[in-house]
């Protein structure tokens, strides 16, 4: 997990018209992001479940990266990784026909570098997420959702505190490999304000594509389990298009499901917004290493 995805890729192509590949245009099969009774907030969570429900959607692949938190709102939690891979051994026995992979979502790791570090030397890990849901207010982290019960809480300056923490993220030397959705907080964007709008954060937000792109992570398209419309894409289809243009090499495409019925939702609808920003399923996947989740990124075509 040492490479980056610039490495794994090579270096950028020439631009493609993301037309041209309409005709090539399939559903998409796999879920990059997805959690089971293994994360401490999937409460109706399973492991066999999702993988049942998998192969009732004729998907290809899914990957399970578990929560690994370390803030308050984690409420001391912990990932028993010994415990999650063993039952991620048992399922791909019992599923045979699905890919499924190993991964792990380290939540503010760039905070905690020493217990995420612990984390990923007690076992390999086929995708590591880099996330963000709390941001430093007054001293202390608040997860973001409190936006949508906490009306001291000015969305504007929480979300512009989110972007600043991001880059901090960024910096960090533990290694993730996508960054995990990005714009977060406006999942829980309260009534009674104006609407987000990216562009209204576009300076932020093209700060921290930039850095993404240095680093050569892929950035996520996180569909929120396809609850709503206006919400749930995290980037949205504005922030994609600003991946592309800032460099971005990868795009990675994932759920958030917590249970069973929510696995895949919104994947077709993150897909098409891919692909109309110019990354598509290239050639160039080919060379990745078998049995890996690099392998269902999306590129610039």
């Known amino acids: 997990m040492a490479r980056t995805l610039l490495q794994h890729f090579g270096s950028p192509g020439a631009d493609s018209d993301a037309g041209s590949h309409a005709d090539d245009r399939e559903p998409a099969r796999a879920d990059l992001h997805v959690h089971s009774q293994w994360s401490w907030d999937a409460l109706q969570g399973s492991m066999e479940k999702t993988c049942a429900r998998a192969v009732e959607l004729g998907m290809r692949s899914v990957a399970f990266t578990e929560h690994s938190d370390f803030t308050p709102v984690a409420a001391g939690a912990r990932l028993d990784v010994a415990g999650y891979l063993e039952c991620l051994t048992r399922c791909r026995v019992r599923f045979p026909g699905l890919t499924i992979w190993s991964g792990v979502e380290l939540g503010e790791p760039h905070r905690f570098?020493?217990?995420?570090?612990?984390?990923?030397?007690?076992?390999?890990?086929?995708?590591?997420?880099?996330?963000?849901?709390?941001?430093?207010?007054?001293?202390?982290?608040?997860?973001?959702?409190a936006l949508a019960s906490n009306p001291e809480l000015d969305p504007g300056s929480v979300m512009r505190n989110y972007f600043r923490e991001m880059l901090g993220l960024l910096a960090t030397p533990?290694?993730?490999?996508?960054?995990?959705?990005?714009?977060?907080?406006?999942?829980?964007?309260?009534?009674g304000h104006p609407e987000y709008r990216s562009q209204d954060y576009r300076a932020?937000?093209?700060?921290?594509?930039?850095?993404?792109?240095?680093?050569?992570?892929?950035?996520?398209?996180?569909?929120?389990?396809?609850?709503?419309?206006?919400?749930?894409?995290?980037?949205?289809?504005?922030?994609?298009?600003?991946?592309?243009?800032?460099?971005?090499?990868?795009?990675?495409?994932?759920s958030d499901a917590h249970q069973p019925e929510a696995l895949g939702a919104g994947l077709d609808v993150a897909q098409e917004v891919a692909l109309a920003a110019g990354f598509s399923a290239s050639p160039v996947l080919t060379v990745s290493k078998p049995g890996s989740p690099l392998a269902e990124l999306l590129t610039p075509g």
Do not use: M
């Open 113 to 145: 570098p020493e217990e995420a570090t612990a984390v990923l030397g007690q076992g390999t890990f086929d995708l590591v997420l880099g996330s963000l849901h709390c941001v430093e207010i007054q001293g202390r982290l608040v997860d973001c959702s």
């Open 174 to 191: 533990v290694e993730f490999q996508v960054l995990a959705h990005l714009e977060y907080p406006k999942r829980y964007w309260p009534a």
């Open 204 to 254: 932020e937000i093209e700060a921290v594509l930039e850095a993404a792109a240095r680093r050569g992570v892929a950035l996520e398209i996180n569909t929120t389990r396809g609850t709503d419309e206006a919400r749930s894409l995290c980037p949205g289809p504005e922030v994609v298009r600003w991946w592309r243009q800032a460099g971005g090499r990868a795009v990675a495409i994932g």
